[in-house]
């Protein structure tokens, strides 16, 4: 295996926290899919079908994706998590945080509430963004924010 300079690495990292701007113009990059591992994928894609709204695109027992504006929620079926050590407020490495934009946070919120869905924080004033929290059904947290710039 090869290994780099130490003036390799620097350059690197120099780019890597380089402007956003300069990043932009080298790159386009979207979020194209996030994929959520799950233990039991009927009840999974319940939540994320039924909770959540979102519109299903396709099903499988070990694959199903949802169609979302601007990228795919694909959901995988897991073995369960067995680590005690994961915490909520803590993610552990290999896990992600899926986050959402909606245009009424607090009528989505309500409906989530209604449906029994485990909420970890109410919409909550955050940086001039409203957002929430949620569990899915393995625990997974969710950020859901207000697309305020719908409104205008």
Not at 12 to 19: A, F, K, M, P, T
Not at 81 to 100: D, F, I
Request: contains cysteine; glycine residues 6%.
């Amino acid at each position: 295996m090869k290994r780099n300079s130490e003036a390799e690495i620097n350059w690197v990292s120099l780019n890597v926290r380089g402007s956003r701007e300069s990043i932009r113009r080298e790159f386009f990059m979207q979020l194209n899919y996030a994929i959520v591992f799950v233990s039991d994928m009927k009840r999974s894609v319940s939540f994320y079908r039924d909770a959540f709204g979102l519109p299903l695109r396709f099903e499988s027992p070990g694959w199903t994706e949802f169609a979302t504006e601007g990228a795919t929620l694909a959901l995988h079926s897991a073995e369960p998590a067995t680590s005690e050590k994961v915490n909520a407020g803590h993610p552990s490495a290999g896990r992600c945080r899926p986050g959402l934009s909606i245009s009424n946070i607090n009528d989505f919120h309500e409906r989530l509430v209604k449906a029994g869905v485990r909420c970890i924080q109410p919409p909550t004033e955050t940086f001039g963004v409203l957002i929430a929290q949620y569990l899915d059904p393995d625990g997974l947290e969710i950020s859901v924010s207000e697309d305020r710039s719908r409104h205008k």
